[in-house]
């Protein structure tokens, strides 16, 4: 099936962004995504025509939610544009990304993984909680595993954790597992909470700082004023905008801005190597 899309959306960009982990790109330039149980390819044809595998009814039942395609980007990089020198340069560069709407249970344990973690160490982390604990699904060009949800990983050792090579955030997920299936944590109920209950309940996690918490929250939630503050946006601060954050300027896009920035910095990253 063929989908027109107008707004902002580059397939590669996404993929590179640092918020999804289990895509893949497959050499004719199609993009596989993966969320729940739904798989996507997906591949640009030029004239903002992408090929999709899937049928309209999953499209929008699924995948338009995820590609967050109920918000104008084309809108928001207007609206913000020319605030601050850097972050023109920031969104000019990244113009494509998009927020995905992702699951809230994985990318809470995606971002408790992801601590110190390179992307594809993080990635290789995840591939192998699925491998081993998330349950198949069969597509035409391959059998995948999906993420494995707090029942699959009920009966999970804190030791059988550790074989996915979590290291010490091998505890963190193992916490997040039992307050999830004990109900602690309701991360469904979250969804029609304020960002700050949001915030706030996420960091009951044992290893679940600010950081972790927006993180899930806007890339799970599709809160998009808040702002995950990594290693990397914390040398665009020091490094590109005097030691001043630029963050107050976009308020409820803020979230949206840091994706751009976080995407700069990542594919600028020799010059902090050199």
């Known amino acids: 099936m063929l989908i027109e899309i107008e707004d902002d959306f580059d397939l590669q960009k996404i993929a590179l962004s640092g918020q999804c982990f289990r895509v893949r790109q497959f050499d004719d330039g199609t993009y596989r995504f993966v969320t729940g149980d739904s798989c996507i390819y ?3 044809m030029g004239n903002q025509l ?90 035409d060009l ?67 700082g600010k950081k972790v918490a927006n993180c899930v929250s806007l890339f799970a939630y599709g809160r998009i004023s808040c702002v995950p503050v990594d290693v990397w946006i914390s040398r665009a601060i020091e490094n590109e905008c005097r030691g001043i954050s630029p963050f107050h300027l976009f308020n409820e896009n803020a979230g949206i801005i840091q994706q751009y920035i976080f995407y700069y910095e990542k594919c600028h990253q020799h010059r902090y190597l050199s």
Not at 99 to 119: A, D
Not at 155 to 177: H, M, N, P, W
Request: overall charge negative; charged content about 30%.
């Open 42 to 44: 997906i591949k640009n």
């Open 142 to 208: 391959e059998v995948l595993r999906t993420f494995p949800t707090p029942h699959e990983l009920k009966s999970v050792t804190q030791e059988d954790l550790e074989k996915c090579k979590l290291g010490y955030r091998t505890a963190y997920v193992f916490d997040a597992i039992q307050k999830v299936l004990s109900g602690v944590l309701d991360l469904q109920c979250l969804a029609e909470k304020d960002d700050e209950y949001i915030l706030e309940s996420l960091q009951q996690v044992h290893g679940v």
């Open 50 to 139: 992408f090929s999709v595998s899937s049928d309209m009814d999953e499209w929008n039942h699924v995948w338009r939610r995820y590609f967050d395609f109920d918000r104008c980007y084309r809108d928001i990089f207007d609206k913000e544009y020319n605030k601050h020198l850097f972050v023109d340069e920031a969104m000019q560069f990244g113009r494509g990304l998009r927020i995905l709407r992702q699951e809230p249970w994985e990318m809470l344990v995606t971002f408790i993984i992801s601590q110190r973690k390179s992307i594809p160490a993080i990635a290789t982390a995840v591939e192998a909680l699925a491998t081993q604990y998330g349950h198949c699904i069969q597509t």
